[in-house]
């Protein structure tokens, strides 16, 4: 079924950063802010779970543009490979607490690091009214093709030399679980 409020959040966002070349440090936190709507609710009145991740989307959708990462992408689809996407590969979800109607909160970003694969995004919801976190994550964002890495993609910022620091140790057993979990599927990503 096509998400009109999703497709429309998006154009949003990308509005809001139309044009924008002051890049933010790829190591910064990015914030933006949400509200748990009568949609966003499953039977118990709460939340739905696929609505937390759907939230995450636009803290990441956002983190792309706020860097550059986005037009970095958008600039290898139309000179040199028309298939260049960043797609997830794996989630690690824990929620820590129920969101429910009428709940303000704050969708927390933070990019982890890079390896020749994928990049490690760390998210978290964050409840206004008591400051808590509702939910985090942590994100394996894989890029297509294979032949494109995260660092081409970070030099194409031409931001000077970066390279990724030292994962944490959550995501290095992300990778891991990942690595053991699909290592008997052919995996196109």
Known sequence: MFDIG???RVLALAWRYKGNKNYKNLFSEFVIHGQCWLNDLDINWHMNNSRYLRECDFGRISFLFETGLWNSIVKRRKILDKNSNMVISALQVQYR???ELGDRFEIRTRM???DDKAFYFEQAIILDKNQETAFSLLVRAALVPRSLT???LIDDLQMGSIQSPK???AVEILKENHR???STIKSKI
Do not use: A, E, M, R
């Open 6 to 8: 999703y497709v429309i």
């Open 167 to 169: 994962l944490s140790p």
């Open 112 to 114: 982890n690091g890079w």
């Open 180 to 182: 053991i979990t699909y």
């Open 150 to 152: 995260p660092q081409i």
């Open 97 to 99: 607490q129920s969101i």
